[in-house]
């Protein structure tokens, strides 16, 4: 069966007089469904990994497939379009456009996309804002909401085009406990509803352990087989 | 598109003043290169008008444009002949068989040719001595190649004929040395003829060095005065097509010998001076846009820098190097159309209030007040060169926000 996504000896090297090797020899697949958490030390490569999963950084060497379909000889634009289609972000800072609401905030991948109405687009935007407890703040800037809003907002964004894999590169970092709760249990209940795929970084052991699986990194490599839980 | 365009529109909008003055500055390149160039263009052409107007299309002179050759010369063209004090022969000055060669050009149909002798004289009136440029003519012939006869502002053509001793003064001329309708001057030619002359006319072209400085007669009266009984030393031919006049002056040269030019020849150091003036202007107005492009260059800059994080989300998210490049581009043609929009209705209002300034001025040509020009060419010309600074200025940033890398910014921010 072929994977949803699958790195293959991925090693990631930053050139220069000193070059920076990143990642070393990755070898990982995500199957459809999968919660998965990437942990590791501050430096461990964490982000630069879920980076090259998502099609943000290319591999120095080895292969990145989605859903089976080899990246690395990909045009830039080629990779922004799967991005587009297939890809969901959520960083550590929200990274909401400040002059639009949140409303406008999810639809503005459905309209990059174009392939729906601006009704329909509009409706759904809400629903998704809806089913994460968003619905009284649909018109609200960014800047009016609290941080935990606004990374709910992050998530409903991602989740605009209905992603195969959302990627989320440590999205309770910059939220209280208790925020940082809630973001989790989104995701589980994106996985556990929906069957939607997430992989996020994290270094917070209490959030990994809801998780399904964790892969441990420390210096660039995979430490050890994953948990799965 | 709709969703790039809602986001360079967002961008300008929430930098309302620096939006404004980088659309001020492009308004102000574009409105005062409208009202400049309204005002230069209305000049040339103008003056260009009532050139050809008043002068002769082409005027066929009694000299050779080179030197004429010594025997020794032509025989041994390719060997080096020098020739020490070389006396050339004194001949007789004036378009020979001057007859048979207007009764030829006035056969073509395209134009209309008429004689002149032309010769400095004194006028003499009272104690006043005023020099002028006597211009010998035959009125059944100046009317078809000059609107002498419409110039007169007093007496009539005619008059030259049924006075014993007509001339007609410019209005310069009169002026000068004081005479008025009817009154009796000595003219005196350097051939030391004098001449008792009434004035019988006073004409106005607007052009000040031929209202100033010439005077007419009747050819005969100019011959006698100057004591070149029968000489012509002047052709003057009317064209019906202006524009043919530098190629009929070219064909009328390679048949007669005799140095032949064209009004764009004769004004040709004026005519220069207008081409220098355009660069003048021209540059200066672009240094006007080209600081207002550096407005634009500086608020697209500042977006592109306070705006970073936007882009890198942007990109994360699936927008292609094209699509940020196009929200930037856009904010600098936005900026640019607003601009010449604005900019064409500065124009215009400037020019038409350089039409109500009203004031005498008698330089080169009289006028009462600034010559105005509207051309759509001025609009056009303007509008385009400041969108394309515009544009251009926008594009250097633009590029550069395109190509930077998502996984830096993300990377910075966290």
New interface residues.
């Given amino acids: 069966m072929t994977m949803l996504l699958e790195a293959r000896g991925v090693t990631r090297v930053l050139p220069g007089p000193l070059p920076v090797t990143l990642v070393r020899d990755i070898n990982l697949s995500v199957e459809p469904g999968e919660f998965i958490a990437i942990t590791g030390p501050s430096g461990s490569g964490k982000?630069s990994l879920l980076?090259l999963l998502?099609l943000?950084?290319v591999p120095t060497s080895g292969a990145i497939l989605l859903e089976g379909r080899e990246t690395s000889r990909l045009s830039?634009?080629e990779l922004?379009?799967?991005?587009?289609?297939k890809?969901g972000?959520v960083?550590?800072?929200h990274?909401?456009?400040p002059?639009?609401s949140v409303l406008e905030n999810v639809m503005?991948?459905m309209?990059?996309?174009?392939q729906e109405s601006e009704q329909n687009m509009r409706a759904r935007a809400a629903a998704i804002l809806e089913q994460l407890g968003m619905t009284a703040l649909l018109n609200k800037r960014p800047d009016q909401l609290s941080g935990g809003e606004r990374q709910r907002v992050a998530i409903a964004?991602a989740l605009a085009n209905q992603p195969l894999i959302i990627l989320a590169?440590?999205p309770t970092?910059n939220l209280d406990t208790k925020n940082g709760r809630i973001v989790f249990d989104i995701f589980k209940r994106l996985v556990s509803e929906n069957g939607q795929t997430v992989i996020t970084v994290t270094h917070e052991p209490q959030l990994s352990v809801l998780t399904q699986r964790q892969v441990r990194l420390v210096d660039g490599g995979i430490a050890g087989a994953d948990q799965q839980v | 598109m709709?969703?790039t365009l809602s986001?360079a529109l967002?961008?300008l909008?929430?930098r309302k003043r620096q939006t404004l003055v980088s659309v001020l500055g492009v308004a102000m390149g574009v409105g005062f290169f409208i009202a400049m160039a309204a005002m230069m263009q209305g000049f040339h052409i103008y003056f260009i008008n009532k050139v050809i107007d008043v002068w002769p299309h082409v005027t066929i002179k009694d000299e050779y444009r080179a030197a004429p050759l010594q025997p020794v010369q032509r025989l041994f063209g390719g060997g080096v002949v020098t020739l020490y004090g070389l006396k050339p022969r004194d001949e007789l000055r004036g378009i020979k068989d001057a007859e048979s060669v207007l009764d030829g050009l006035n056969r073509r149909n395209d134009l209309a040719a008429a004689p002149t002798l032309r010769g400095q004289v004194f006028l003499r009136y009272g104690s006043k001595d005023v020099s002028t440029t006597l211009v010998g003519i035959e009125p059944q012939h100046e009317r078809r190649v000059s609107h002498l006869e419409r110039d007169l502002v007093a007496g009539r053509l005619n008059d030259l004929y049924s006075a014993a001793n007509g001339i007609i003064l410019g209005e310069g001329v009169a002026k000068k040395i004081g005479a008025v309708m009817n009154d009796t001057l000595s003219v005196i030619s350097p051939a030391g003829v004098m001449l008792k002359m009434k004035v019988v006319g006073i004409f106005r072209t607007g052009i000040t060095p031929i209202d100033n400085f010439e005077s007419y007669a009747l050819l005969k009266k100019a011959q006698i005065l100057q004591n070149r009984p029968n000489v012509v030393n002047q052709i003057r031919i009317r064209l019906q097509d202006v524009n043919q006049a530098r190629n009929v002056a070219r064909s009328i040269e390679a048949r007669l010998g005799y140095r032949t030019e064209s009004w764009e020849e004769t004004y040709e150091n004026i005519l220069g001076i207008f081409v220098i003036q355009n660069a003048i202007i021209y540059s200066t107005v672009g240094a006007i846009l080209i600081v207002a492009a550096f407005g634009i260059f500086n608020i697209i800059s500042t977006v592109i820098h306070e705006k970073t994080?936007?882009i890198?989300?942007?990109?994360?998210?699936?927008?292609?190097?094209?699509?940020i490049r196009r929200i930037f581009l856009i904010e600098g043609l936005l900026v640019g159309l607003v601009g010449t929009l604005l900019g064409w209705m500065l124009g215009y209002g400037l020019t038409r209030l350089l039409g109500t300034i009203r004031f005498h001025i008698e330089g080169f040509v009289t006028a009462q007040g600034f010559l105005l020009y509207y051309s759509i060419l001025h609009y056009l010309i303007a509008g385009g060169f400041a969108v394309l600074s515009a544009t251009f200025a926008a594009w250097l940033p633009a590029r550069k926000a395109a190509r930077l890398n998502?996984?830096d910014i993300?990377?910075g921010?966290?």
């Fill in positions: 982000s980076y998502g943000l950084d830039r634009s922004a379009e799967l991005r587009l289609k890809l972000f960083f550590q800072f990274f909401l456009l002059e639009f503005i991948p309209k990059k996309l174009a964004r590169d440590e970092g | 709709a969703l986001i967002t961008h909008r929430n994080r936007d890198g989300i942007l990109k994360s998210i699936g927008f292609e190097e094209g699509d998502p996984v993300i990377r921010a966290a």
